[in-house]
């Protein structure tokens, strides 16, 4: 067994380097991956195969080859860092905007993509917000709020917004 993570530790690295193409913000670590010390790591999440789909890698890469994001000009990252489970249990206590936009500032990424709604509304206002590019930019990058990769949104899936960034972005180089 694991022991848990120690308050002041994230439960995943950021993966953020400067001038990347696409940072993407989860809300938090899901238990599947919070379990496995990966991102986007449940069974049911198809972040790694739409990263493939969207060309923004050249292969479907394993949740545990999560560091080799940045070959490909992308980051990770979430909202809330020293949490996990569903985006439903999010506490509105354990998101740090102000981190988010001091990692956004400090890295400068063309586009900061949402993984979801729930964390962009924990970062841009709860208000309604549609699928797509945003009008706003956090720390002078780009946004797009993307329909969730996890089993759990199944029912909002579509990815014309993640060709749309995926064609904003330009790619994997």
Not at 39 to 68: M, Q
């Amino acid at each position: 067994m694991r022991p848990a993570p120690l308050p002041d530790a994230a439960v995943l690295p950021d993966v953020l380097a400067p001038g990347l193409s696409v940072v993407f913000c989860g809300t938090q670590a899901g238990a599947a991956s919070a379990r496995r010390s990966a991102y986007y790591a449940g069974p049911g999440n198809k972040f790694w195969s739409v990263l493939h789909a969207i060309g923004l890698t050249p292969r479907r890469l394993a949740p545990a080859e999560f560091r080799e994001v940045l070959r490909y000009g992308i980051g990770l990252t979430d909202v809330a860092k020293h949490s996990s489970g569903p985006d439903s249990a999010l506490r509105l206590a354990n998101v740090d905007a102000a981190g988010l936009h001091a990692r956004i500032a400090a890295h400068r990424p063309r586009v900061l993509a949402f993984n979801g709604k729930r964390a962009a509304q924990a970062i841009l206002g709860f208000g309604p917000l549609d699928y797509g590019p945003q009008s706003r930019p956090v720390a002078e990058a780009a946004v797009f709020v993307l329909p969730s990769t996890s089993g759990a949104a199944a029912g909002f899936w579509s990815p014309e917004p993640w060709k749309e960034m995926a064609a904003a972005v330009g790619g994997c180089p």
